[in-house]
């Protein structure tokens, strides 16, 4: 399982970008398709969106046409306990009708007789055997049918409930129907039963209309459906009938899907429904949303005032408008849940409706909404996951962030400036998984690619040019690649005599005593160690990380082995010497190897060549030499070139050149004679001169430091053998190596 995983984690490491793509898109389908399980929670967050639309831009007050007439807890003190007798509600009715209000709507139900009938009191005492006599006319010993004819003489609405836990049959409906496109009793929710009014009351009044809300998960009343059904037969809602009696219309058109000019979606809904001159945008249930105003906008009549005959400005109130009779007592609980308030009369909402319908100021959420929101979460995820492989962290926080106030701002905007109920729940949720998920694959596959990188390289580079490469990754090409190197290989002199005189752990010893200060050196100075042969040490500057001065840096790090090595000769019995050879070329460098197995190396005939140079040192006696490729780019350091060489399986001819100290020896006044002196003597034996080089080369002997003698001693040996022989015309000064 653990190699399994291993496994895994490399691919992936190897396919970054595909695998955060991969997990991004899946989190998208993932999100959506969960958003719209039955276990979602997105409707009801949803909800708390639209409502807080509304806490922040309510509908702006405008005058009302209607008036409430409210049955308060003073007016209930004042005429005594409540049910009234039903001649006060027909005192309320003929009162208002006098006053010319435009229509009456009923939020209340009337379902059982009134048991404050004189006519019920005298049916009960003639049932005991008493005689009574009434000397006016019997109607008006029957309060029910008092109400009745207030009923039939004014522009009434009586109030009818359709339930779900009853299965009394409604009255008739009042009024007419037509459709344009579909019948909605195809497609509206049918109730079972009804709370109606007394027989006498519903036929005496002009309109019947439903008051009642449909259950809430959380109990906020919110949407309001305009028709309901009870078998075949479409009831208006309270508001839609009072309006229908207050323009005098007989007819209510719903226009269905499948209409002329209305889109065919395949799925039958109503779009709207018009009443005399008003139209109202509906969902496809037939339902609108309830905007609701910041202020109580309805001026309220209590009933008390309202049959007190002394108060002159009931008509002036009351007049033309739409009259709806509830309750505010809290002791009948007609009081509701809105967006904006905890408890408020139901009556109010009808009245909030009639208003806005009046104003035709509607909240609209199109069919089309949801499509939008979830085509709107796709495009801001994808946007999201498409910058999340490339950019830093800030910048992936930032372009959430923005995708964030994007679904945020977009939904305020659609509702602000056009009425939109779009919510930005689902694209934000989306937006922000799709960061939060593909971050953590990011993060994972960086924490195993850091893992990955450490574990490779932490041999043979520094621990800052690790964590350097840990922190960009993307300056590694594994596989291979040309790059310029700077090349240096090192080895012990007479290390095959040295070997013979130690056992197996001893040698073993030696070596991990020198290869070890001679690795940090070079690691310190931004060094590759490519690999140990033996008690060699190939390493390399400028990858798998950019170092600019990689020239300047080699040849300090060969100033810095000599010194170390300088510090573990005084641990040593015998001293031992080293030969660094350095060439800058164009190598292929990368992982190199087989399937099993792999090194970060470097290739190239840049390569054998700096080997070849290493070998040349022993020749020369002289601690190191560097290609004219290297010398050239480096400052400050004390110099020599010391021969132009064709190395073996080469016919090219390198220049050579010495390092015999740092800044300080470079400065020194001795370093800058020796310098002259030998240029000149280089001039000399390469124009073939020799003679005149001779003489050179002796003053040389005499002055040159100790490190300089088997040069001069090789260049005696060649200046005698041309002073015999001279090399031909066309000779240039160099010297073909015979040996690697």
């Not at 049932?127 to 522009?155: C, I, M, W, Y």
Request: one cysteine or more; hydrophobic letters at 45%.
């Amino acid at each position: 399982m653990r190699g399994f995983l291993t496994r895994l984690l490399h691919r992936a490491r190897r396919r970054r970008h595909l695998a955060i793509w991969s997990v991004g898109l899946a989190v998208i389908a993932l999100v959506i398709a969960a958003a719209y399980s039955p276990f979602s929670p997105l409707d009801r967050l949803n909800l708390l969106v639209f409502d807080t639309y509304q806490k922040l831009r309510p509908r702006p007050p405008t005058e009302s046409a209607v008036v409430v007439i409210d049955i308060d807890d003073e007016s209930i003190r004042q005429l005594g306990q409540w049910p009234w007798p039903r001649t006060v509600m027909a005192s309320i009715i003929d009162r208002l009708t006098a006053e010319g209000v435009a229509a009456i709507g009923l939020d209340i139900v009337f379902s059982e007789p009134d048991r404050t009938s004189p006519s019920l009191a005298v049916a009960q005492l003639q049932s005991q055997g008493f005689q009574v006599s009434h000397p006016g006319p019997t109607e008006d010993l029957d309060h029910d049918k008092v109400l009745a004819a207030s009923f039939a003489r004014g522009p009434v609405v009586a109030g009818l409930v359709l339930s779900e836990g009853v299965d009394t049959p409604p009255p008739q409906p009042m009024a007419g129907f037509a459709f344009a496109g579909d019948n909605p009793s195809q497609y509206l929710p049918a109730f079972p039963g009804s709370v109606r009014n007394l027989p006498i009351l519903d036929a005496a009044a002009p309109g019947i209309g439903v008051f009642s809300f449909p259950p809430a998960e959380d109990g906020v009343v919110r949407r309001i459906p305009l028709l309901s059904r009870y078998g075949d037969n479409l009831y208006p809602a309270l508001s839609i009938e009072t309006l229908r009696i207050a323009q005098g219309a007989s007819t209510v058109i719903a226009r269905s899907t499948g209409a002329s000019g209305e889109f065919d979606t395949g799925q039958p809904g109503m779009t709207a429904l018009k009443v005399g001159d008003l139209e109202i945008p509906t969902g496809p249930d037939g339902r609108i949303w309830v905007y609701y105003a910041a202020d109580q906008t309805s001026p309220v009549i209590p009933v008390h005032k309202l049959l007190d005959p002394s108060d002159a400005e009931v008509r002036s109130t009351v007049e033309g408008r739409i009259a709806l009779i509830g309750t505010s007592a809290v002791g009948l609980r007609d009081l509701v849940a809105t967006p904006l308030r905890a408890g408020y009369p139901g009556v109010l909402v009808h009245a909030e409706m009639i208003d806005q319908i009046i104003n035709q100021e509607f909240l609209t959420r199109p069919d089309w909404a949801e499509g939008l929101e979830i085509f709107a979460a796709i495009v801001l995820g994808l946007v999201v996951l498409a910058f999340l492989p490339w950019l830093p962290t800030w910048a992936n926080i930032l372009i959430a962030a923005t995708a964030l106030a994007i679904s945020i701002g977009g939904g305020w905007f659609a509702f602000a400036s056009h009425s939109l109920l779009l919510s930005p729940i689902l694209p934000a949720q989306t937006s922000l998984l799709v960061f939060g998920v593909a971050s953590g694959i990011r993060l994972l596959l960086s924490e195993s690619e850091s893992r990955y990188i450490r574990s490779a390289f932490s041999h043979y580079l520094s621990p800052h040019m690790v964590e350097q490469l840990v922190h960009n990754p993307d300056a590694l090409v594994l596989g291979g690649e040309n790059r310029e190197l700077t090349i240096l290989f090192c080895d012990i002199r007479s290390f095959t005599t040295i070997s013979e005189t130690m056992e197996p752990t001893q040698l073993t010893v030696f070596l991990n005593n020198f290869l070890t200060p001679m690795t940090n050196v070079l690691m310190e100075r931004e060094a590759t160690i490519d690999k140990y042969i033996g008690d060699a040490i190939m390493a390399f500057w400028n990858a798998p990380l950019d170092v600019p001065d990689h020239r300047q840096k080699a040849c300090e790090g060969v100033l810095a082995m000599m010194a170390a090595l300088e510090e573990l000769n005084k641990t040593l019995e015998k001293p031992v010497k080293i030969g660094v050879g350095l060439n800058t070329g164009i190598c292929c460098v990368g992982n190199l190897g087989s399937r099993q197995r792999f090194d970060y190396s470097a290739i190239g005939d840049s390569v054998n060549l700096g080997s070849r140079i290493e070998g040349l040192t022993k020749q020369y006696g002289l601690s190191n030499l560097m290609a004219d490729s290297t010398a050239s780019g480096v400052e400050g350091l004390a110099i020599l070139e010391i021969d132009k060489v064709m190395v073996v399986g080469r016919d090219e001819a390198t220049s050579l050149y010495t390092m015999l100290g740092g800044r300080e020896r470079a400065a020194a006044a001795d370093f800058a004679e020796l310098k002259t002196l030998h240029d000149s003597f280089l001039a000399a034996y390469r124009s073939s001169r020799f003679p005149d080089a001779a003489a050179e080369l002796a003053r040389l002997q005499e002055s040159a430091p100790t490190e300089l003698e088997k040069v001069y001693a090789e260049y005696r040996r060649r200046v005698e053998a041309y002073l015999v022989s001279p090399p031909p015309p066309d000779w240039d000064g160099s010297y073909r190596a015979e040996h690697k």
